[in-house]
């Protein structure tokens, strides 16, 4: 099946079998396009696509995420990626990104995502000796090194929040959360939850979920709403970290038992325009657990 959509590339609330869902309406065709145009400027080796971090309490516990995207050239097929990542005593350490996906123009998207907060394999290792707000991305491929330290400056996405922030790259406007997507099931049905992060670019926006449960031969449709916070759990939310600029949204949709798996897109209208992200031309998948 010819992969969904254009453009564009990681903590919500866990669900609850009592709460109604939105019914998926369904739609007659499937948005055909081709694989997501690189970002790279000429002379750019390596560029950051999306980065967050965001902390919150659930069930006595606090959760801890980070999450770094970037996309390099295809220079060779051997090659190291690493967040180049200031700690909290001041010292640098390298985190190594592995391969996503493929982007036109001979470029790759890598990235990392860690939970670190309390229970996690994680949370030892990091107890000590935190993270930082600074960061930059380091690209090692045929014995040279490329850097892309936001032009000298090094990236910071603190904010009041506790050194929780949000970041998208210019041309980058909506991107699903992989790490706060879950389709669980309870008794006779399946329950699909799908978040997302957006640019604010104006206040009037349609954000939809474009899927399908049979390998695309059939495609519905439902409508992301507007979250004012993230959250595990529904409680102990913590105020959406991006504050003016960006925003999160969840979609929540009741399946029958008989589906196991879920392939799609995300679909975001504002001001005449329509932004995707298809997960670099692969689509996203999610199997129920």
């Known amino acids: 099946m010819r992969k969904l959509v254009l453009a564009a590339l990681v903590a919500s ?22 694989k997501t145009a690189s970002r790279l400027n000429f002379g750019e080796n390596i560029k950051l696509v999306k980065a967050r971090t965001v902390g919150t309490y659930y069930a006595e516990s606090y ?10 050239a295809n220079i060779a097929f051997d090659k190291q990626v690493f967040v180049h990542h200031k700690m909290s005593d ?27 907060g309390v229970g996690t394999p994680f949370a030892s290792t990091f107890s000590q000796t935190g993270f930082s707000d600074e960061f930059a991305l380091k690209y090692i491929v045929n014995g040279q090194t490329y850097w892309d ?12 929040y506790i050194t929780d922030g949000f970041f998208l790259q210019d041309g980058v406007q909506i991107a699903a959360d992989m790490f706060g997507s879950t389709f669980t ?6 329950f699909l939850r799908i978040s997302a992060d957006l640019r604010n670019i104006a206040y009037e926006k349609e954000v939809n979920l474009v899927y399908s449960t049979d390998d695309w031969r059939t495609v ?6 507007y979250a004012s916070t993230y959250g595990y ?23 029958p038992y008989r589906d196991t798996q879920v392939k799609f897109a995300i679909s975001y209208k504002v001001n005449g325009q329509t932004y995707w992200d298809n997960n670099y031309g692969e689509d996203y998948t999610l199997t129920r657990r």
Do not use: M
Not at 149 to 160: D, F, K, V
């Open 13 to 34: 609330a866990l669900l609850s079998c009592n709460k109604e869902l939105p019914v998926a309406s369904e739609i007659t065709s499937k948005t055909k396009t081709a």
């Open 63 to 72: 959760i801890r995420i980070k999450g770094f995207y970037a996309e390099v």
């Open 90 to 116: 001041g010292s640098w350490k390298d985190f190594p990104l592995t391969y996503i996906a493929q982007a036109e123009d001979y470029s790759e998207i890598w990235g990392w995502e860690l939970n670190y």
């Open 149 to 160: 330290n936001n032009g000298g400056r090094n990236y910071n996405i603190s904010s009041p």
């Open 185 to 190: 099931c309870s008794g006779r049905n399946g």
């Open 220 to 225: 519905k449709t439902a409508p992301f709403t």
């Open 233 to 255: 759990g529904g409680s102990n939310l913590t105020a959406f970290p991006g504050q003016q600029q960006f925003e999160r949204w969840n979609v929540n949709v009741t399946l």
